[in-house]
């Protein structure tokens, strides 16, 4: 069956690639009804690394059509643009002719407004000895079903690229409310081409505020996250260490407790970057934030690049930091009692509250929200419970019927004042 996935705001960071698929519209009478559209997301430019790495490319599907059943999917992908540069391998659901492969696909959506679908479909690209760095490619992906209108897309590939390695952050503790913090960023250009400037995504939880807002930074924020994506200017060369001209300042507000700083750092124009979530960017007002030269790279003969190389080993260009605040959070649970004779149903409400002045955020993703535990009375009887609670044990009778039962607010940011209810 399908892999499939809905969607829903899982990672600070959300990517915006990736076409709309078309509406599934409704025919008047006697006219010859729309098909169903699944639409492929654009596929991400690849950047090949030296042999014997190889890059695998994906392919990520959407449709606008509920409950849209379509097992007889063919993709067609013609990679035959890619012949000077790499050698190309595909999934074991195609049969091959040369550079152009036939897949066999099934895609199915949920019941929600868009369904995104995985595609069993795969490339591997390994580059060819002597393909110059910069060299690039593209293919073509086309599809057919009889029960849905396949729209597809072209894909590139390119020899060689640059690859930013961000230095470690710095973690801090018993941080004032009132404060402020300064965190330098510094990365260094691992890969085989050079850059042609570097922009950096910075994202502060709640609790920190940036202090600066320069003029060739934008800015934004969800209810919930500050964001900030800066462009300073300057090439980035093999081999250079670089930072930004002045540390990210953050100032500590009175929600900060366990408060964090991600910060994620690639080559200028890298495509696919999180620049997403419908948010409203502004630019700051400020002076020019700057790159400095911490130590010289080399020079080469090979044209910048965009794309970043898959990031290997122990580099990364993503980093997360944690800010911990002196600072409390009023977290508590209220009721009322309730009687029932035997035989009888009797509901047991209550409510949790946060009382701040912090800010809960649980940046696990829900382990470790606050939570209630509920132990039923002996002689007692669990018939019903409300959306935020369960049995502690899912399929487990003896759980579901006598207890206890766990109780969590409906999200994972619980900000002072806000009081879900359980019931």
């Avoid at 063919?74 to 999934?91: C, E, N, Q, Y």
């Avoid at 004032?176 to 250009?189: A, D, H, I, L």
């Avoid at 044209?303 to 260009?317: E, I, K, R």
Wanted: hydrophobic share 40%; with cysteine.
């Amino acid at each position: 069956m399908r892999r499939r996935s809905l969607t829903g705001p899982a990672a600070v960071f959300m990517s915006a690639a990736g076409l709309a698929a078309a509406l599934l519209g409704t025919a008047p009478a006697g006219a010859v009804t729309t098909q169903p559209v699944i639409t492929l997301d654009t596929p991400a430019p690849v950047a090949l690394a030296a042999a014997p790495a190889t890059a695998d490319v994906s392919f990520d599907f959407q449709t606008k059509a509920k409950n849209l059943k379509a097992y007889d999917a063919t993709l067609t992908v013609d990679a035959r643009g890619l012949s000077k540069i790499a050698k190309v391998t595909f999934s074991d659901n195609c049969t091959v002719k040369g550079l152009v492969a036939t897949c066999s696909e099934m895609f199915e959506s949920a019941s929600s407004p868009t369904t995104h679908m995985g595609a069993v479909t795969r490339l591997t690209l390994t580059p060819l000895k002597g393909a110059a760095l910069g060299a690039s490619g593209t293919y073509k992906v086309t599809g057919h079903s009889a029960h849905a209108q396949i729209v597809g897309g072209t894909g590139q590939a390119e020899v060689g690229g640059p690859s930013f390695g961000l230095d470690a952050l710095t973690d801090h503790t018993g941080l004032k409310v009132g404060s402020t913090v300064g965190e330098p960023v510094r990365f260094t250009n691992v890969g085989n081409r050079p850059a042609k400037g570097v922009q950096t995504v910075l994202a502060a939880s709640p609790g920190l505020d940036f202090a600066d807002h320069y003029a060739n930074c934008k800015y934004a924020y969800n209810g919930t996250i500050h964001f900030a994506e800066c462009y300073p200017k300057g090439a980035i060369t093999i081999g250079e260490t670089a930072a930004l001209a002045a540390p990210v300042r953050l100032r500590v507000n009175s929600a900060a407790l366990y408060t964090y700083l991600d910060t994620m750092t690639g080559p200028l124009g890298q495509p696919g970057w999180p620049d997403g979530q419908g948010l409203k960017w502004t630019w700051g007002t400020g002076a020019t934030l700057n790159l400095k030269v911490i130590k010289a790279g080399r020079t080469s003969s090979a044209p910048a690049g965009s794309v970043s190389l898959p990031q290997t080993g122990t580099t990364t260009d993503y980093r997360i930091t944690s800010l911990q605040a002196r600072n409390t959070a009023d977290f508590g649970v209220s009721g009322a009692s309730a009687q029932a004779g035997v035989g009888k149903n009797a509901t047991f409400a209550f409510h949790l509250s946060a009382g701040g002045p912090a800010t809960l955020y649980d940046r696990s993703g829900g382990e470790g929200v606050p939570t209630v535990w509920v132990t039923l009375p002996p002689g007692t009887t669990a018939v019903g419970h409300s959306a935020n609670c369960g049995p502690w044990q899912d399929h487990n009778p003896t759980a579901e019927a006598h207890g206890p039962y766990v109780c969590a607010p409906s999200g994972i940011v619980l900000p002072k004042g806000r009081s879900p209810t359980s019931v």
